[in-house]
């Protein structure tokens, strides 16, 4: 005989991919402001050091700002927001995650009709409904 106290939970989890174009960019920039310090500097290489490094936290911190203010994520610039395919893709497996959790209960002798189940299921990507 089963307790009252059974909780069955899934949850599902983007693994967050860096956007490398951005990263190319930032390392871009860098490099021509380090190159561009030591070529009117005394001790080239620290000032090419100090441009290159100067460079990515200086665009990196406008980039993070810019993320928090116009998409309201610090992130938004840096890693590469999923498109529609790929939340149809997700929302596809969650519900059928769902139904398996759903369908192995009941083949454990567990009646789903007496769970409190997630009745509507909704997907969405950040900022729009799907």
Do not use: C
Not at 77 to 101: G, T
């Amino acid at each position: 005989e089963h307790g009252k106290d059974l909780y069955a939970s899934w949850r599902t989890f983007i693994r967050p991919v860096l956007n490398t174009i951005v990263l190319w960019i930032i390392g871009g920039i860098s490099l021509f402001l380090g190159v561009m310090s030591s070529s009117t500097s005394r001790n080239p290489g620290e000032a090419f050091f100090g441009g290159l490094f100067g460079g990515v936290i200086l665009i990196s911190l406008l980039m993070l700002l810019a993320g928090h203010y116009i998409k309201g994520d610090l992130l938004a610039f840096f890693l590469i927001e999923p498109n529609y395919f790929d939340v149809d893709d997700i929302i596809a497996m969650s519900v059928s995650v769902h139904y398996s959790v759903q369908r192995a209960l009941d083949k454990a002798g567990i009646d789903t009709a007496k769970l409190r189940l997630k009745r509507d299921f909704k997907g969405s990507r950040k900022g729009n409904k799907v």
